[in-house]
């Protein structure tokens, strides 16, 4: 029981906190317009262009907080509010991606390796329902523990690797978005609050990985 508190329902708490954070953070920003009134789109196209980057395609997607970058269609997709709004968390999510379409030109090494692995990780994402139905349901057996074991693996290297890929995305954006004189200094604040809080819940997802991880080693034996 002990090690289910451990290595599973602490996770599940901090994973919970993180996203509760990033969502309140973000919430508070979009409603800060910045001074320059320049919107999400026109911010991570200026950072691209900054970069020599033309060819990378931007467009607007459903949801919130769904802004992500595609290297294999080079296709950079921000989320209503962050596509048309010139909020300072709208220039932070648009820059960060922007940041993601510059490690993918200068071939960064961390997000060339979490291409690599994004195959191999949706295929072991695919057995995480037999794990849990299984194991909750008929008992952890050896065959369930290994194959945990197997698939909290791969899930664990992905959102390691994935920490770095971030941490530089937000980096990146951040001094562009100054640089490029997107956001004067002191509207930094807002920017940089909400990318941290983003990255709170890439952490919160490799703590969650690790977690379950040790907890299949912990039961094998």
């Given amino acids: 029981m002990s090690s289910i508190i451990f290595f599973i329902i602490i996770p599940i708490i901090v994973g919970l906190w993180a996203q509760l954070k990033v969502k309140n953070t973000y919430g508070k920003y979009v409603q800060v317009s910045s001074r320059g009134r320049i919107t999400g789109r026109e911010a991570a196209q200026a950072v691209m262009e900054s970069a020599g980057i033309y060819d990378v395609e931007i467009v607007e997607c459903h949801g919130t907080l769904t802004d992500h970058y595609d290297p294999s269609k080079k296709r950079l997709a921000l989320s209503q509010d962050n596509f048309q709004g010139s909020s300072l968390a709208a220039l932070g999510v648009a820059a960060h991606e922007a940041g993601h379409a510059i490690q ?15 195959p191999i990780t949706g295929f072991a994402s695919q057995f ?7 194991g909750f349901f008929l008992g952890f057996g050896p ?9 909290y693996l791969v899930l ?3 959102q390691l690797v994935t920490l770095p890929v971030e941490f530089d995305a937000s980096k990146r954006a951040k ?17 940089t609050k909400t990318l941290d809080a983003a990255a709170y819940t890439y952490v919160a997802a ?3 990985s690790l977690g379950w991880l040790l ?7």
């Fill in 104 to 118: 993918h030109k200068q071939e960064y090494a961390p997000l060339n390796l979490r291409m690599t692995l994004v």
């Fill in 128 to 134: 995480l329902p037999v794990i849990m139905f299984g």
């Fill in 215 to 221: 907890y299949f080693l912990a039961a094998r034996r």
């Fill in 206 to 208: 490799f703590v969650s």
């Fill in 143 to 151: 065959i369930t523990i290994y194959l945990g074991i197997a698939v």
């Fill in 175 to 191: 001094a562009q978005l100054v640089g490029l004189g997107i956001v004067d200094q002191d509207e930094l604040v807002g920017v």
């Fill in 156 to 158: 664990t290297v992905f």
